[in-house]
């Protein structure tokens, strides 16, 4: 026989920091006990364990609620000699009577679903014996509080480079510094397009900056800038040098720059060629023409090259029928066609060697035979010193 003992229960902490929907809330019940109440229990008796969840006064499920035992040992349905073990209560010499001792504390965690006011009610019993003793215990869940608002990005502004009365953004300037006897090279990539400005030894001056940057919104340059009608903008850079005392240099240079830029594929409209995409810089009012090579690549990227002696905004535009005659022009004999428009390298290049283009003014048919004297092609020259304008019909001989 084993002498019953009453069991005393104090709710010892709760942890204050964790009682917030969604976090783990910690108590412990402290179990303490006092031989000799009288009553008389066997090897057999057990501990009676029970525990109820309310939440504003309405049971809750304790599942849901998560609630969890961790220690020490398994409370539920201990035998008296297991209850014994477990909890470390001293007997006497012969075993047979329950000594006092300071108890034990049994630790839970609970993880509320929702906020408000919850209860959570333990009871214990010695089975066989006439009393049971509970203890509830009270705390508030409130809401976690909401997440700080993710941080707003603020870029920095981009600069802008003033160019007569255009103002242009740039993007992913890269700068480097003329070095005595060395060429300099600098590149630099926007939106996928790379733009190049190579300057021979001796072109720039010694400590002068050269540098290269792209327009991200060719859209908006294009909007301030228009090309001419037809056309697209394909994309933008603006090349700079700056001497070593901080003054700008526009050029002309002591020598030639090469400037080259590189599309990548998808860039430019299906069925492009190399005539279509023309090289033009900013003169401060109007986009100008500059003497280019361009080539559509197998990749269907397109590389365009040019020499020149000055800095500004350079851009390509794409212009279907650029450069070219419409119809095309019979490889022999005499055609008629519209031109598309271009300089006079381009219309010469157009008519080819030992050719000629002619159109009639006042009744009077006035010629450019490519390869004859100057003197010979100097009224053509004269009436057009822009060159041909487009959409000008002229005939073509070969």
Same mark, same amino acid.
């Not at 650029?322 to 119809?327: E, S």
């Given at each position: 026989?084993?002498? %019953?003992?009453?069991?005393?229960?104090?709710?010892?902490?709760?942890?204050?920091?964790?009682?917030?929907?969604?976090?783990?809330?910690?108590?412990?019940?402290?179990?303490?006990?006092?031989? $000799?109440?009288?009553?008389?229990?066997?090897?057999?008796?057990?501990?009676?364990?029970?525990?109820?969840?309310?939440?504003?006064?309405?049971?809750?499920?304790?599942?849901?609620?998560?609630?969890? !035992?961790?220690?020490?040992?398994?409370?539920?349905?201990?035998?008296?000699?297991?209850?014994?073990?477990?909890?470390?209560? #001293?007997?006497?010499?012969?075993?047979?009577?329950?000594?006092? =001792?300071?108890?034990?504390?049994?630790?839970?965690?609970?993880?509320?679903?929702?906020?408000?006011? !919850?209860?959570?009610?333990?009871?214990?019993?010695?089975?066989?014996?006439?009393?049971?003793?509970?203890?509830?215990?009270?705390?508030? @869940?409130?809401?976690?509080?909401?997440?700080?608002?993710?941080?707003?990005?603020? #870029?920095?502004?981009?600069?802008?480079?003033?160019?007569?009365?255009?103002?242009?953004?740039?993007?992913?300037?890269?700068?480097?510094?003329?070095?005595?006897?060395?060429?300099?090279?600098?590149?630099?990539?926007?939106?996928?397009?790379?733009? *190049?400005?190579?300057? #021979?030894? $001796?072109?720039?001056?010694?400590?002068?900056?050269?540098?290269?940057?792209?327009?991200?919104?060719?859209?908006?340059?294009?909007?301030?800038?228009?090309?001419?009608?037809?056309?697209?903008?394909?994309?933008?850079?603006?090349?700079?040098?700056?001497?070593?005392?901080?003054?700008?240099?526009?050029?002309?240079?002591? $020598?030639?720059?090469?400037?080259?830029?590189?599309?990548?594929?998808?860039?430019?409209?299906?069925?492009?060629?190399?005539?279509?995409?023309?090289?033009?810089?900013?003169?401060?009012?109007?986009?100008?023409?500059?003497?280019?090579? %361009? *080539?559509?690549? +197998?990749?269907?990227?397109?590389?365009?090259?040019?020499?020149?002696?000055?800095?500004?905004?350079? %851009?390509?535009? +794409?212009? #279907?029928?650029?450069?070219?005659?419409?119809?095309?022009?019979?490889?022999?004999?005499?055609?008629?066609?519209?031109?598309?428009?271009?300089?006079?390298?381009?219309?010469?290049?157009?008519?080819?060697?030992?050719?000629?283009?002619?159109?009639?003014?006042?009744?009077?048919?006035?010629? !450019?035979?490519?390869?004859?004297?100057?003197?010979?092609?100097?009224?053509?020259?004269?009436?057009?010193?822009?060159?041909?304008? *487009? $959409? =000008?019909?002229?005939? @073509?001989?070969?």
């Amino acid at each position: 026989m084993v002498v %019953a003992t009453l069991l005393t229960f104090i709710v010892s902490m709760g942890v204050a920091n964790a009682q917030t929907v969604g976090e783990v809330h910690e108590f412990a019940v402290h179990v303490s006990f006092d031989p $000799g109440h009288g009553d008389i229990v066997d090897a057999t008796t057990s501990l009676a364990y029970d525990v109820s969840v309310t939440r504003d006064g309405v049971d809750v499920d304790t599942n849901d609620e998560t609630l969890v !035992y961790t220690g020490p040992g398994d409370i539920a349905g201990f035998t008296a000699d297991q209850f014994q073990t477990a909890f470390g209560i #001293p007997t006497d010499a012969a075993g047979d009577e329950l000594l006092a =001792t300071e108890g034990v504390d049994l630790e839970f965690t609970i993880t509320p679903t929702a906020a408000g006011e !919850y209860v959570v009610s333990l009871q214990f019993m010695i089975e066989g014996t006439p009393e049971d003793t509970s203890i509830d215990h009270p705390f508030t @869940v409130t809401d976690a509080p909401a997440p700080p608002p993710p941080p707003v990005f603020i #870029p920095e502004p981009l600069p802008i480079v003033t160019v007569g009365d255009l103002q242009v953004t740039v993007a992913n300037e890269v700068e480097k510094t003329v070095v005595e006897g060395e060429q300099t090279e600098v590149t630099t990539t926007t939106n996928g397009v790379e733009g *190049t400005a190579i300057a #021979p030894a $001796g072109v720039l001056p010694v400590g002068a900056r050269l540098s290269v940057a792209g327009v991200p919104s060719v859209a908006n340059l294009e909007a301030d800038a228009p090309g001419p009608e037809g056309s697209t903008l394909r994309l933008g850079f603006v090349f700079q040098a700056t001497g070593a005392d901080g003054v700008l240099l526009d050029g002309p240079f002591d $020598g030639q720059v090469i400037l080259q830029f590189t599309l990548p594929a998808g860039s430019i409209e299906e069925g492009t060629v190399a005539s279509d995409l023309v090289l033009v810089y900013w003169d401060g009012a109007a986009w100008v023409e500059v003497n280019s090579a %361009a *080539t559509i690549n +197998e990749d269907g990227s397109a590389t365009i090259v040019a020499a020149v002696d000055h800095f500004t905004v350079f %851009a390509v535009l +794409e212009r #279907p029928g650029y450069q070219v005659f419409a119809p095309a022009p019979a490889a022999s004999g005499i055609s008629l066609a519209a031109w598309g428009g271009g300089s006079f390298e381009a219309l010469m290049n157009a008519v080819g060697l030992g050719g000629s283009v002619w159109i009639f003014s006042g009744g009077e048919a006035i010629g !450019y035979r490519v390869g004859a004297p100057a003197f010979a092609n100097e009224p053509f020259v004269t009436m057009f010193p822009d060159g041909l304008p *487009t $959409g =000008t019909r002229a005939v @073509v001989v070969r």
